[in-house]
């Protein structure tokens, strides 16, 4: 819901005791959390009583920014839902929205567009408007919305909006079981459109009559709801008025015996905890990471890559799972689809679930992954595919891999909020392309970088960004890594950028069996897919474990005769290890930084001092200067490259835009970039 009312729901619905408020107006939690939030940020789970039992009721924490934490409710309830084992109508979200809010933000349209959808759905939400006709001080139709009514958005997916007046709460309550039992039997949402007034500002500073003098003026004479029915109870005999008098003076009561009793007792550290029950679906403890045996590896290999012979591939995919195939057997190595899909299946053997959202993300934008096959001689519903990571074991985990709606805020959300339930699952989203991940900027600022600091509230979901300078212009070129490592402090989030087959493959187990859950950020390759030298073998998917750093393993002969490192990350190394070739330089090393958060100091330091003679340490990437990561690793490279070596950057210089728009300013950028890491 929004803020405000918020306070209000809380105590009075969900449960939270008012003493934990009343701690937080005083601050008495707020050292319990690395930064905290705002009261009318929180949320609670509460259990309340009814004719069938307790319900468990959970209000979920929320940033400013309005309409945003939608998606994530979706994702929450489809995940708990799915917890439950009662199908996805099981859990019941409702989303309260303000009038000009499910008018104006768009990521009300994304997650309603989720609603009927396969992955997505949760068989219907009810929504709540709170139209107090007053979006902050911007009230004049013709400002507002260009829309009748502030609920016209919920028409594009024929939900049914119950129109209420506020001031009478029989009919309010009336509208509510209409919406309960409509969502109940036919799985589909509905809008509750509350008719009321906002009676304060839009806080403490706002005085809304300086803008909305008439409105104010009416509400100044409404007595209030509470005062309208209590006269209709003791006109109707329901009640009489010392009754009502003594509702309000015991609740008042109530209220300040909470404040008094709280002074008097030490502070309930777990009231500032998340707000509802982590690792529902089991947790057996810290995992320690270990690479599976070389048989069950390649026994999974052949597994995926066995198809039902009464399946019809396309050519081109027919040639994709050949090659798997060839893979399985040894017969050539892995690539990057197979390296991928590998990890998935010695997860799903383990019973672990793997989700896997995004557009185009069965296919994959490159066409790469192909985890569902499709007959070319029937139709894609029903029995026209197959999907081979369904069939890794008898008793293995859930895979589910969904092509989402074209949005990327609300699939993000979503997927956020489903990871922070099921975190014993591998959850994963995919932007078809990186840049198009800032479409969901407001979810990676607000929920993954910074709500275990805020909330408490930990996610492993994991974010696939294509990532890479390949002259396709400056929408399809960079995952903004510069973005990322700006939001990186306190642990919050892995940054790493794989360059192998193997890299990926133990970097997704990792992250899956690892219990200090935070968000990976992985920039993924678009030319490295299918490039001649950026594959690996089953051996290495059975050996060893992700790797911060991949640096060459010179003899000391060898080494004694560099006098320049290149440190760089992700596809600039092929391009530059091909030039050093090429150029005959035998006194450059290349490094490779595959997790450039947390910084991998130590390693680099170790592999530096491997060099007795070394002049200049370079740093070279194929994003711009003022993007990339240089300006993050520059401050941890000052502090290990050690005199009479001296640090360098070398790639692009600064730019306004993030790549070329022509292929030949392209390869000119890059073989100057190239001529002065290598032959300069």
């Known amino acids: 819901m929004a803020h405000r009312g918020r306070l209000n729901v809380l105590v009075n619905i969900v449960g939270k005791p008012p003493a934990a408020l009343f701690d937080e107006f005083d601050g008495k939690t707020a050292n319990l959390l690395p930064a905290g939030d705002v009261k009318y940020h929180k949320g609670f789970t509460g259990l309340l009583p009814t004719a069938s039992g307790p319900a468990e009721v959970t209000l979920a924490f929320n940033p400013s920014h309005l309409e945003i934490v939608n998606p994530v409710v979706q994702g929450i309830a489809r995940a708990r839902a799915e917890v439950l084992g009662q199908g996805a109508s099981a859990v019941l979200p409702v989303e309260i929205h303000g009038d000009a ?112 003098p008439l409105m104010y003026r009416s509400i100044a004479g409404h007595p209030g709801v509470r005062t309208l029915y209590a006269k209709k109870l003791v006109d109707e005999r329901v009640m009489m008025a010392e009754d009502v008098e003594k509702l309000v003076h015991d609740y008042r009561d109530r209220l300040d015996a909470a404040q008094t009793a709280e002074e008097e007792k030490p502070v309930d550290k777990k009231s500032e905890e998340v707000s509802w029950p982590q690792l529902l679906d089991g947790n057996v403890g810290r995992i320690y990471y270990a690479a599976p045996l070389p048989d069950h590896v390649q026994k999974l290999a052949l597994k995926i890559t066995s198809i039902p012979e009464q399946y019809s591939l396309h050519p081109l995919v027919g040639k994709v799972v050949s090659a798997r195939r060839e893979m399985a057997e040894g017969k050539r190595p892995l690539d990057w689809g197979m390296g991928e899909h590998l990890a998935f299946a010695s997860l799903l053997s383990a019973g672990i679930d793997v989700r896997l959202s995004g557009q185009d993300s069965e296919r994959g934008t490159f066409s790469h992954r192909h985890a569902v096959l499709h007959d070319q001689k029937r139709s894609s519903r029903g029995e026209g595919t197959y999907v081979p990571l369904h069939n890794v074991s008898e008793a293995q985990g859930r895979f589910s891999v969904s092509n989402s709606i074209l949005s990327e805020a609300a699939v993000l959300a979503f997927e956020y909020g489903y990871s922070i339930v099921r975190q014993n699952s591998l959850v994963l989203w995919e932007a078809q392309f990186g840049d198009f991940a800032n479409g969901a900027q407001v979810v990676i600022d607000n929920f993954l970088s910074a709500g275990a600091a805020k909330w408490g509230q930990h996610s492993g979901v994991t974010m696939l960004l294509p990532h890479g300078q390949e002259g396709e212009g400056p929408e399809h070129a960079s995952a903004r890594l510069e973005r990322y490592l700006q939001l990186c402090a306190q642990e919050n989030m892995r940054v790493c950028q794989p360059t192998t087959p193997a890299q990926i493959f133990h970097l997704l187990r990792m992250q899956a069996v690892l219990q200090d859950r935070v968000p990976l950020i992985v920039m993924t390759p678009k030319s490295l897919l299918r490039h001649p030298e950026a594959v690996s073998s089953l051996e290495d998917l059975a050996h060893g474990r992700f790797n911060e750093i991949l640096a060459e393993s010179p003899t000391k002969q060898a080494a004694s005769r560099v006098d320049r490192v290149i440190l760089c990350s992700g596809k600039v190394y092929f391009e530059l290890l091909e030039r050093r070739r090429q150029a005959g330089k035998g006194n450059i090393a290349l490094i490779r930084v595959e997790q450039l958060y947390p910084f991998p100091a130590k390693q680099i330091s170790l592999e530096l001092a491997r060099y007795p003679n070394l002049k200049s340490v370079v740093w070279c990437q194929e994003e711009s200067k003022n993007q990339g990561s240089w300006n993050f690793v520059m401050e941890q490279l000052l502090e290990i490259v050690k005199a009479p070596a001296a640090l360098r950057y070398i790639g692009p210089e600064a730019t306004a835009s993030t790549a070329p728009g022509y292929k030949s300013m392209h390869v000119a950028r890059q073989e100057k970039y190239l001529h002065a890491a290598i032959e300069e």
């Open 101 to 212: 809010a499910i008018s104006g933000q768009g990521i009300v349209m994304e997650t309603m567009s989720l609603s009927n959808t396969r992955g997505y759905g949760t068989g219907g939400t009810v929504h709540v408007v709170v139209n107090n006709q007053v979006g902050f001080t911007t009230s004049h139709p013709e400002d507002v919305r260009s829309s009748f009514y502030s609920t016209d958005i919920a028409k594009m997916i024929e939900a049914p909006i119950l129109h209420v007046n506020g001031d009478d709460p029989e009919a309010v309550v009336a509208a509510t079981r209409l919406a309960i039992d409509f969502r109940a039997t036919f799985k589909k949402s509905v809008v509750i459109d509350l008719v009321c007034f906002r009676r304060h500002g839009h806080q403490e500073q706002d005085t809304p009559a300086i803008t909305q």
